[in-house]
């Protein structure tokens, strides 16, 4: 308590003496102050009164000091730099050097319980500035933006309908503008026509997730009190899930459920025409309640047996409207298929790159084994080994005329003895 007095006592005193700027920043946003000095100067960043780090002006060494701030403030010159500003980093920031203060108001805008909200429940606005809760703000309401008549950081909507849905705007000091998107939702459902003897659904629908967490519901038709219906069950183990025995005329989806409630009639007759509700409960009390209505008529003549009005055999529907961790079955199988074929492709690529390779590296080794022929070589044959043969032997010296043997001589055709 003494703290925030000496705190809120140095804003007071910063501002009066006109050495105090005042800062409103978003969550997420970075914020910049200068020091005021020379570059060279020692610098001595503090946040709320805790040491963020030194600068020595003249070797730059710098030493961190205690604050949170100091694990991701950086320093340019005299500027301080806090990046990703969160709700803790509000609050006033001190150069020793030149005096000055800074104060730094991080604003978050938000929604509780939740951006996607019920018809008919309440909820919070909040435009939160950290560490001034009195500071007025201006909220502009959906669709045109027309200003809302508080203006506290805190508003009331309550039993909201369609008309509160839309983005609203909080303004801060007319210069900081924050925008908190808000859905409003109902139970959507649709009448129905069938045939007797139709399996016929019975739509009981959320379009989507919302922020409350649903704790239970039933059907209910009051022209049908022989006819039970299962109840919606939420437990730790099993979630959200339709809880159910000994049903004769309705089936129901057994796996989790999430934003669908549909149930299935079956062989409808007319005695079942009419009326049937559907109630969802959620946390804080809120339930939500919605009718349709069934109109039987006689099957057109020439169609036999009981059909599904979607089409499908009743347990082949039920089947695959299954919901496995949050998802229909036949979405899970979609997927599973899908992923068997890929891995095939991949392999069926891997094996024809595969044998596209060694069929390269084949034809590779194949050219290497031939040797090309040359000039010296085309249609030689084994020419060359006898004219290394021919070669090899010496020609013989001529005989002089003088020594020759007439009688070795060669007998002309007509020589006799």
């Not at 025409?273 to 009390?285: H, I, L, R, S």
């Not at 409207?321 to 069926?348: D, F, N």
Request: aromatic residues 6%; charged residues 25%; positive net charge.
């Amino acid at each position: 308590m003494a703290i925030c007095k000496i705190l809120f006592f140095l804003l007071a005193l910063c501002v009066w003496c006109g050495k105090c700027e005042v800062f409103y920043k978003r969550v997420g946003d970075e914020v910049s102050m200068k020091c005021g000095v020379d570059s060279n100067s020692d610098i001595d960043w503090k946040f709320n009164g805790e040491s963020i780090f030194s600068i020595t002006g003249k070797s730059g060494t710098r030493r961190k000091g205690s604050s949170h701030i100091a694990f991701k403030a950086s320093a340019s010159g005299d500027t301080l730099k806090v990046p990703r500003l969160e709700t803790r980093d509000s609050g006033n920031y001190f150069c020793r050097q030149s005096g000055k203060h800074y104060t730094v108001r991080v604003v978050s805008a938000f929604v509780k319980p939740g951006p996607v909200l019920l018809q008919s429940s309440n909820a919070e606005l909040h435009c939160d500035i950290t560490g001034d809760p009195n500071t007025e703000v201006q909220w502009l309401r959906p669709p045109n933006g027309e200003e809302y008549k508080e203006k506290k950081q805190v508003i009331q909507l309550k039993s909201v309908t369609s008309k509160e849905a839309g983005q609203w705007t909080c303004l801060v000091k007319k210069d900081l503008k924050l925008i908190v998107a808000l859905t409003v939702v109902g139970l959507q459902t649709t009448a129905v026509n069938a045939s007797k003897g139709d399996n016929i659904e019975l739509p009981c629908s959320l379009p989507q997730s919302v922020s409350q967490r649903v704790v239970g519901g039933r059907w209910k038709a009051d022209h049908l009190p022989k006819v039970s219906f299962p109840t919606l069950t939420n437990t730790a183990g099993e979630g959200l899930h339709w809880n159910g025995n000994g049903l004769s005329k309705v089936n129901f989806t057994t796996g989790q459920l999430s934003t669908n409630f549909d149930v299935t009639l079956k062989n409808v007759q007319s005695s079942d025409d009419g009326t049937f509700v559907c109630t969802v409960e959620f946390d804080g009390g809120v339930s939500l309640s919605v009718e349709t209505t069934l109109r039987v008529v006689d099957k057109p003549s020439g169609v036999k047996g009981s059909n599904n009005r979607k089409g499908k055999p009743p347990a082949v529907m039920e089947s695959l409207t299954k919901e496995v961790y949050g998802l229909k079955l036949w979405i899970w199988i979609a997927v599973g298929a899908s992923s068997v074929a890929l891995i095939v492709l991949i392999v069926v690529i891997g094996v024809v790159q595969r044998r596209n390779k060694r069929m390269k590296k084949r034809v590779r080794t194949l050219r290497s084994m031939r040797q090309p022929l040359t000039d010296k070589d085309y249609c030689q044959c084994d020419r060359a080994e006898k004219e290394v043969e021919f070669g090899e032997q010496a020609r013989p010296l001529p005989v002089p005329r003088q020594h020759r043997n007439p009688r070795t001589r060669t007998a002309g055709p007509n020589h006799t003895n």
